[in-house]
Structures are given as C-alpha cells and as structure tokens.
DNA sequence: AAAACACTTAAGCGTAAGCTTTACTATAAG
DNA sequence: CTTATAGTAAAGCTTACGCTTAAGTGTTTT
C-alpha cells in the first residue's frame, strides 16, 4: 500500500511506450483488472503485467489486490508531474525563441 | 523550412531521455547552437547532433542555419501536444478510478 | 591558400527495453 | 480434492537506443 515516487523521469520514461499509454488510456476511462487490461492489447499477459509493474513504480498507477484479481487504476497526480515539465518548458520560452 | 509532425508517440519518445530533456530545458531558456546546447552535457558533439534531430523530427524544436552554426529553439506546440494527451487522461479519471 | 571552426555522416559497439515461453503460486469454483 | 482462473517470476531472445570514433562537408578567419 505504500505510494512509489513520481519522477519526471521515470514518468515520461513509462509513458514513451505505446502500450504503456494505451494502458493508461484504458484505466483512466475506468479501473479495470489485468486481464481486462491485457485483452485488447494482443500482447501476452505476462508483458502486460511487466508494463502495469513500469507504471506501478513510477506513480502513474496504483493497484491493489481482491482475492486473486488485481484491480488497477490511474494517479492523476503523477500525470501532474510531466504536465508540470511541460508547461514550465512552453512558459519560459521567449517570442524570439 | 517545413515543419515536423509532432505526434504524441513521437514526443513522449523524445522527452524519455534525460538528455534530451536538458536540451529542451536549455533552449526553453535560450535559443542555442548545437555546439552551445552540447557542453553541458558531457557528450560527444556527434551524440548531440543526434538528439537534435529527434527533437526537430518531432517537431519539440526547430532549428536553422546562419553560415555554419545551427540554431536551435523550442516549439512550444509540440509540448502542447503532450500536455493535452496527459490532461485528457487526468480528467476522465472518476473520483472512483 | 591554409587553417580553424561548426557541424554532419557513417559505422560499430554495448546496454537496455519489450516480448515470449515456461514454470510456479494463490485463490475460487465444481 | 480437483480443476480452472488470475496473476507472478524467471530465463532468454531480438531489436532499438544512445554513445563513440573517424572521416567528410561547408563556412569563416588568418
């Protein structure tokens, strides 16, 4: 139950991978299992599971156990954390570049 | 003089590398050289050459010649492009995940 | 013209990333 | 108890990535 850090790095970094984001995509319509996570995807579920760990670790998800499902959900704050990046680099960008 | 697509693959996969990062950081402050961009970062010129260019092919800089330097300079719409795909996941999360 | 400068291009190298298969654990259902 | 379900863990494979070195191009400076 313990909260993993929200790097700029380690969020951007799990967010460059296309499944990552279709993860992420998915989850944030509604929380769902792994299973459900991994059906649309056309990977194996083993690669699925490395990929919820990815965003685990780096705060874009959290999940929690019921019985033998494990039930995932997206951490709007950790987005918060590149969006922040992001808009610090667009702010102090000057008329003249 | 034409402009790169600046997709939200492209531009997460770009800002996954810290190096990269501190390119845009930099310009964001200042528009540089490449040879300006590259000594803080401890890399070979080649290496940073490189990176340049993943960043212009995504459209998160733009750059141009005057005689030998190039010129380097954020292109704060490209941003916009993953600020708005981390916004859109963040507020169709529901207060139950 | 010669030298220095600012890239540019190409080749190759080592690591890391994403995936698969296989085997295993834990929970639920029959 | 047996079987099915849901996920986990480990090993190995392939490819992509970031980097380096070396050689080459175009532009200033001397």
């Known amino acids: 139950m313990q909260s993993y850090q929200a790097s700029v790095e380690s969020v951007f970094r799990a967010l460059a991978d296309p499944m990552r984001r279709a993860i992420v995509k998915q989850l944030s319509?509604?929380?769902?299992?792994?299973?459900?996570?991994a059906?649309?995807?056309?990977?194996?579920?083993?690669?699925?599971?490395?990929?919820?760990?990815?965003?685990?670790?780096?705060g874009v998800i959290s999940t929690h156990k019921e019985g033998r499902v494990r039930m995932c959900?997206?951490?709007?704050?950790?987005l918060v954390v590149a969006e922040q990046w992001?808009?610090?680099?667009?702010?102090?960008?000057?008329?003249t570049g």
């Open 29 to 37: 319509r509604k929380q769902a299992s792994v299973s459900t996570v």
């Open 39 to 58: 059906k649309p995807l056309g990977i194996s579920l083993a690669a699925v599971v490395q990929h919820i760990q990815v965003l685990e670790e780096c």
């Open 73 to 78: 959900q997206v951490e709007p704050r950790a």
């Open 86 to 95: 992001l808009s610090a680099r667009r702010n102090s960008v000057s008329p």
